[in-house]
Nanobody, 126 residues
Framework: QVHLVESGGGSVQAGGSLRLSCATS????????MGWFRQAPGKEREGVAA????????YYADSVKGRFAISRDNGKNTLDLQMNSLKPEDTAIYYC???????????????????WGQGTQVTVSS
């Protein structure tokens, strides 16, 4: 069984930065795809970023390109999301997710992933 636990959320003013971390426990192979999603009040959950195994290819939603950076440390079993130049519209609950690479699916589709964390709140004030 895989467990994902997010941390690092909080409140920050617009233009500030936060770093989210996702700690994994249980069996989580380095061949798993991992991603960050977020859900704002009244909105559907959306893909923010993902990182693929092997070559470490990364993918970002257009709304966060150039501001957010996803990274993983297979030795420490952690997934991070560095968020810079935060905007009020980035306010949401952020979730990390994982799925074995061979399962297929698109990185930004939540149905692709079968392991989820409980989420961490990020609030950006103007």
């Amino acid at each position: 069984q895989v467990h994902l636990v997010e941390s690092g959320g909080g409140s920050v003013q617009a233009g500030g930065s936060l770093r989210l971390s996702c700690a994994t426990s249980g069996y989580l192979s380095s061949t798993y795809r991992m991603g960050w999603f977020r859900q704002a009040p009244g909105k559907e959950r959306e893909g923010v970023a993902a990182i693929y195994p092997l070559r470490g290819s990364t993918y970002y939603a257009d709304s966060v390109k150039g501001r957010f950076a996803i990274s993983r440390d297979n030795g420490k079993n952690t997934l991070d999301l560095q968020m810079n130049s935060l905007k009020p519209e980035d306010t949401a609950i952020y979730y990390c997710a994982a799925v074995p690479y061979e399962y297929g699916g698109t990185w930004f589709d939540e149905r692709t992933y079968n392991y989820w964390g409980q989420g961490t709140q990020v609030t950006v004030s103007s």
